[in-house]
């Protein structure tokens, strides 16, 4: 029997999340709305891989979904694993960027631009956690090259 790409392995969520990351070395960080499992924690953006979709693509949708913006999904960044009520939580995150879109808030109770030395000021999912040396790294990085942060509405 084919596992469906969301289903690692019995009492698996496999789930995607986006570093979104601005030229000027911010991440957007969403905090979970009240009627999300995890209300009041900040992730990465993303959700569920459906059968037979490719990582990527759902990212993309579900960004599209949640946050009414078109990304450019990059390299992964990471994993991060996190037990939930019933069952394992496996988080694949990419970075990406910005390519098109007004950001409006569909799911999430709030966003922000977080820089690498403001990335423990936010409470973040147990999941996503794990990804935050990789992310403060390449913001950093990215933050060398000084451009502004997109505006938030």
């Known amino acids: ?46 959700g569920k891989v459906e059968p037979r979709e490719a990582r990527r693509t ?3 949708r579900e960004i599209r979904e ?13 994993r991060g694993e996190a037990q939930g009520a019933n069952r394992t939580i496996v988080l694949d995150v990419f970075l990406a960027s910005i390519r098109g879109g007004t950001l409006t808030l569909h799911e999430h109770a709030d966003i922000c631009w977080l820089r690498a030395d403001e990335l423990e000021n936010v409470d973040w999912a ?24 997109p505006p938030v509405p």
């Open 66 to 78: 949640e946050l009414g913006i078109e990304i450019e999904v990059g390299s992964l960044l990471g």
């Open 58 to 60: 759902a990212l993309a």
């Open 126 to 149: 147990d999941a996503d956690r794990p990804l935050l040396p990789a992310l403060e790294q390449v913001l950093r990085q990215a933050s060398e090259r000084r451009t502004p942060v």
């Open 1 to 46: 029997m084919k596992k469906n790409e969301a289903e690692t392995q019995l009492g698996s969520l496999h789930v995607v999340g986006a570093a979104i990351v601005s030229d000027a070395g911010a991440c957007l960080a969403a905090l979970r709305g009240p009627g999300m499992s995890s209300a009041g924690k900040w992730e990465f953006p993303g």
